[in-house]
Structure formats: C-alpha cells, structure tokens
C-alpha cells in the first residue's frame, strides 16, 4: 500500500510530491480541500486528506469579498504558513492571488518564491494559459513547484460576465490539451483542471505524465479539489460536483441558538476558577474594609 498511513500515536507518515507521483503510478487517488488556518488545517490532517490547498477563495470564504480577485498577497502568505503548520504532514499549496504574477515576470518569480519561504508552501499555483509558458519555465528553473491551473480560471472570470465552463467546443477542448502540454513542457509539477469537460480532461490525464487534479472536471483525474466550506454545507450555493458530506452551516446554527439560550437562562454550570477558602476571607476583609 503506497498511500501514507497513520503511526501507532495518529501522527501520519509525511504525504510529499513523490507520496502522490507514487499513488498516480500505482493507480491510486488522492484527495484535496480548501483551507485557510491552523485548526482545520490539523484535522484534515488527520482525516487523511493528502493535499491542502490554501486558495483565493479565501478572499469569500474568509474575508467576505465578493471574488477572487480580491485577495490579499500578503493575507495568502499568512494563512498559507498557518496551514502548514497545522498539517506539517499534507501537501500544502499556495494560490498566488490575481496581479501577483501577471504583470512582471521577475515580480511572479519572486512572490512565488516568498509562498515558498514566508507561507511554507510545498507548491504555487497560478492561473494560467500557454502564453505564461515561459513565466513558469523561469519558475520551474529557479526551483519553484509549479501547479499550472487551466481550463475555468476564477481570475478571468470578469471578462466572461462570470464563472464559466471551459473546453466545450472541439476549439476549445483542442486550445485546453495545448494548454496542458504547454504546461508539461514548462514543467508544471502538477496541472489543476477546473470545469472542463470530463472527455477532455481524459485526453488530458492520458497524455501527462504528473498528477492532474479535477475541480469540476470529471472522474479520470487523479486528485479531486473542492471548496471546504461547499463540503462542510456551509454556503448558500454550491457547484453541483461538491455535494455537501454535512451540513456544519446548521450545526452551527444550532450551535449558537444552544449558546444564546444557555446565556439567557444563566445556565453556565459550575464556575471553574475559584479562589482558596483564606484567600477568599482576605479578599473579603479588605473589600469591607474599605467601606463603600
């Protein structure tokens, strides 16, 4: 069994680029989420999901903007670095945010460098097409993993009028395939499919030779992404290939009508912090001699 395994005291075995490079050889698929802080990042962790991907979304999820392109370079870093020290074990990877990388090649290079120092990340992602090639060439030369994102790219969705599907023409599924080996031959660590169609992105996991992750992309990839909060049934819409695993978002409701309830009716238990018997005669002596 090549996946990674928990040790005797729930610690796993450390999950790496090779961990997933193995599992795709032996036929095996590995699981990623979303996430943004240390906490869950620990849980996940232990639930055995192999990848951790600290997303853009964050600029939604987290800090209640309308897109993704909000996102704060310096706010990914953080949370990122938090990650993975939530899960020193998993795969963590890093989405460089939108104008991060687009408008100056050695700017790209060297904020993908800092989610490597400052964030910790085992890997960046980046929302590309073939034209950044030659970016993620110098990436890849400067020893920078590279997850080449394509297909949907949330970045570009204002030029659309919003999200969309990508590859749904024989134009379009051709212009994706040269997309992929563009990325291949710049040598992309990984490639990130998102809303393609699932013929497509066979022809794509057929003809690359590292892992292909799907987000909306259908079942031949070799790792599957979604949101965390869609899996955890805490968003109000959701993408038809994230169905939710639970309903947290009424958990927590339920949580809090519990804590508002418990507050009103002064239902706290016991109070755990008290002071010894003399102490407590002290303190009193002293209030009283005070007066007032």
């Given at each position: 069994?090549i996946e990674?395994?928990s040790t005797?005291?729930?610690?796993?075995?450390?999950?790496?680029?090779?961990?997933?490079?193995?599992?795709?050889?032996a036929?095996?698929?590995?699981?990623?989420?979303?996430?943004?802080?240390a906490t869950?990042?620990?849980w996940l962790?232990?639930?055995?999901?192999?990848v951790l991907?600290?997303?853009?979304t964050a600029?939604?999820?987290?800090?209640?903007?309308p897109g993704t392109?909000?996102a704060?370079?310096?706010v990914?870093?953080a949370?990122?670095?938090?990650?993975?020290?939530?899960?020193?074990?998993?795969?963590?990877?890093?989405?460089?945010?939108f104008?991060?990388?687009?408008?100056?090649?050695?700017e790209?290079i060297?904020?993908a460098?800092?989610?490597l120092?400052?964030g910790?990340?085992d890997l960046?992602?980046?929302e590309?097409?073939?034209?950044?090639?030659?970016?993620?060439?110098?990436m890849?030369?400067a020893g920078i993993?590279?997850?080449?994102?394509?297909?949907s790219?949330?970045?570009?969705?204002?030029?659309?009028?919003?999200?969309?599907?990508?590859?749904?023409?024989?134009?379009?599924?051709l212009?994706?395939?040269?997309?992929a080996?563009?990325?291949?031959d710049?040598?992309?660590?990984?490639?990130l499919?998102?809303?393609?169609?699932?013929d497509?992105?066979q022809?794509?996991?057929?003809r690359?030779?590292?892992?292909?992750?799907?987000c909306?992309a259908?079942?031949?990839?070799?790792?599957q992404v979604?949101?965390?909060?869609?899996?955890?049934g805490?968003?109000?819409?959701?993408?038809?290939?994230a169905?939710?695993?639970?309903?947290?978002?009424?958990g927590l409701?339920?949580a809090?009508r519990?804590?508002?309830?418990?507050?009103a009716?002064?239902?706290?238990?016991?109070?755990?912090i008290?002071?010894p018997?003399?102490?407590?005669?002290?303190?009193?002596?002293?209030?009283?001699?005070?007066?007032?």
């Amino acid at each position: 069994m090549i996946e990674a395994t928990s040790t005797e005291a729930g610690e796993r075995q450390p999950v790496t680029i090779r961990t997933l490079l193995r599992m795709v050889r032996a036929g095996q698929r590995f699981a990623c989420l979303t996430c943004y802080d240390a906490t869950t990042a620990r849980w996940l962790e232990r639930s055995g999901v192999h990848v951790l991907l600290v997303g853009d979304t964050a600029a939604e999820v987290v800090l209640g903007l309308p897109g993704t392109v909000h996102a704060p370079l310096d706010v990914l870093l953080a949370l990122t670095a938090g990650v993975k020290r939530g899960a020193p074990n998993t795969v963590v990877m890093g989405d460089m945010p939108f104008m991060s990388y687009q408008a100056d090649d050695a700017e790209g290079i060297r904020n993908a460098g800092r989610f490597l120092t400052e964030g910790l990340a085992d890997l960046v992602k980046l929302e590309v097409d073939r034209s950044f090639a030659p970016l993620v060439s110098r990436m890849v030369r400067a020893g920078i993993p590279v997850v080449a994102h394509i297909g949907s790219r949330p970045q570009q969705a204002k030029q659309h009028g919003g999200y969309y599907a990508a590859g749904r023409s024989a134009e379009g599924a051709l212009a994706l395939v040269d997309d992929a080996r563009s990325m291949l031959d710049a040598g992309a660590s990984m490639l990130l499919v998102e809303a393609a169609p699932a013929d497509v992105t066979q022809a794509i996991v057929e003809r690359s030779p590292v892992p292909v992750i799907g987000c909306g992309a259908g079942p031949a990839c070799h790792g599957q992404v979604v949101v965390l909060h869609d899996l955890l049934g805490m968003t109000d819409w959701q993408p038809a290939f994230a169905a939710p695993a639970c309903r947290l978002g009424e958990g927590l409701v339920q949580a809090g009508r519990a804590w508002c309830a418990r507050v009103a009716s002064n239902d706290l238990g016991e109070h755990p912090i008290v002071m010894p018997p003399e102490q407590l005669e002290a303190f009193r002596r002293a209030l009283s001699s005070r007066g007032g």
